[in-house]
């Protein structure tokens, strides 16, 4: 087992000037588990093929353990990949796929089918051993492209999007299985997703890359918590985090008529007239229909969830009126067309510069 380290590693791709991954530093703890993610096209594939060796590194290094494999070849790095089209061979049967890697390394027969076996009983795929890739469920393959990867015993787990292929009910499910799996093995895994639930839900670390860039590398619950900046914020939860821009009066900052605490100091720094508020949809009490606090919502569309309920609205924020949306109780679900009262909760408010889109709130 070992750590990973991408030290300010950078790719450019022959015929262009700008990095698909521009000196990406992330150090990854040996058995963690952590997840790329961020839009298409942000260069998570990129640093992932860096890691497996499938890619050209044209600047900073990459390490596993202590050994900087840079510029090894995939088979040195002692590394598995599984892949977002499993890539099994057709021909060959469960077993066959399994041990392909080990019979191709020279491992002797009963050794691989003994691995195979025990990687078959992790993987509930014992009785399917003899049978043809074709002849699998979508669910049943992509174990087939995990058990090929786990017999290698590798010191590092590589996923390029492995559930893509799923219907949603056995992504949920094989997410849970994969991160159990992950945890008993104990195997330092990076992942990659675009699916920002998904990220949450597996990681021990969720790192967000947007133009090839790190935006912020940390826990779930921190990276829900205080967003380092606006894209993070708007890119982490489901629906998103309401972003509001408002004017800064006398040194403050106003949502509606609630006033949004922010350091005075991160205020000061800035030349900018306005700051961007962020409210998370479950961050707003409902108040009373006379209150004069926060703001007046009017509704346009309920979506109910049963427990819980979405109310999407408009409401004028200062001088502008503004998209926003409200989660409320499943028996608190209030008529279409009528007015909400809002208020942020206090404690749960978050502030960013418009201009740069940093964090300005603690
Ligand atoms: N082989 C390639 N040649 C040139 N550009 C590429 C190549 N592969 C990816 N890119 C570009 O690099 C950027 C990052 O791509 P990628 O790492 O595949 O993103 P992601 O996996 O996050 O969707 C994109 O702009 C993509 O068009
Ligand atoms: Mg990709």
Known sequence: MATVTFDKATRIYPGSTKPAVDALDIEIADGEFLVLVGPSGCGKST???????????????????DRDVTHLPPKDRDIAMVFQNYALYPHMTVADNM?????????????????????AKILD??????????????????RVAMGRAIVREPQVFLMDEPLSNLDAKLR?????????LQRRLGITTVYVTHDQVEALTMGDR????????????????NMYDRPANLFVAGFIGSPAMNLVEVPITDGGVKFGNSVVPVDRDALSATTDKTVTVGVRPE??????????????????????????AFVYG???VGSETKDLVVRVGGREVPEKGSTLHVVPR???????STSTGARLSD
Do not use: C, W
């Open 314 to 316: 408009t409401a004028k």
């Open 125 to 142: 795929l014992t009785e399917y051993l003899d049978r043809k890739p074709k002849a699998l469920s979508g669910g049943q393959r992509q």
């Open 172 to 180: 949920v499910s094989t997410r849970t299985q994969i991160a159990s």
């Open 99 to 119: 041990g392909f890697a080990l019979k191709i390394a020279g491992v002797n027969k009963a050794e691989i089918r003994q691995k195979v076996e025990e990687a």
């Open 346 to 352: 206090s404690g749960e408010t978050h502030v960013f």
């Open 47 to 65: 640093s992932l093929r860096m890691l497996a060796g499938l890619e050209d590194v044209n600047g900073g290094a990459i390490r596993i353990g």
């Open 283 to 308: 961050h707003f009490d409902v108040a009373g229909p006379d209150s004069d606090l926060g703001v007046a919502v009017t509704v346009n569309v309920v979506e109910e969830l049963g427990s819980d």
């Open 206 to 221: 969720v790192a967000v890359l947007k133009d090839g860039l790190l935006q912020q590398v940390d826990t779930p619950r």
